[in-house]
């Protein structure tokens, strides 16, 4: 039961929703690659952990990886996976890899990579942010660690907040 409810937390879209999940964003980024790292608050955190580290042992095997994988996270795609990446002005759709799940203290947390490669040498701009406004998204300058230069601005469209990236 509680699985359904975090697919519907994550996955429902409403233009009068407010967020019900809040997700600290950490970022590991080059010109080639981007690591994107989720810290889950308590409350998603717990229904999380309890869904999906079955043995209770705070480390994820790769069979409860797997199945956070197919059960929440592949469902993602169609907010693309929060994280909107255009190059050259064109919105690209993410191929994430790499999934890691972690826990940290009470916390749940999601790793995934994706591969900028195809896109070196391109005006690239990445965007953090639910338009379902059921996640609540944050990310602070001290969250990003870059060998590129960017800059980070506050997104504010009208119901729901995010934040853009964009590399100089």
């Not at 952990?49 to 956070?68: C, H, V």
């Not at 795609?77 to 972690?102: A, D, E, M, N, R």
């Not at 338009?131 to 060998?147: G, P, Y």
Request: net charge negative; glycine share 2%; proline share 3%.
């Amino acid at each position: 039961m509680s699985k359904i409810c975090v697919c519907l937390l994550l996955c429902a879209c409403s233009v009068f929703a407010h967020p019900h999940t809040f997700i600290t964003v950490s970022l590991d980024l080059n010109e080639t690659d981007m690591n994107v790292r989720w810290l889950f608050d308590e409350m998603t955190s717990q229904s999380l952990l309890e869904d999906f580290d079955a043995d209770r042992n705070g480390i994820f095997s790769p069979k409860e990886t797997e199945t956070f994988q197919k059960e929440v996270f592949n469902d993602l795609k169609q907010f693309s996976f929060f994280t909107h990446l255009k190059v050259s002005g064109k919105s690209i759709p993410l191929k994430p890899t790499h999934l890691f799940l972690w826990r940290e203290n009470n916390a749940f947390g999601v790793e995934f990579h994706v591969d900028l490669k195809p896109y070196v040498h391109q005006k690239k701009a990445i965007g953090f942010w639910d338009e379902s406004f059921l996640c609540a998204l944050s990310l602070e300058k001290e969250q990003i660690r870059s060998s590129v230069k960017y800059t980070l601005k506050e997104v504010d469209n009208a119901y729901y907040y995010g934040y853009l990236l964009e590399f100089l």
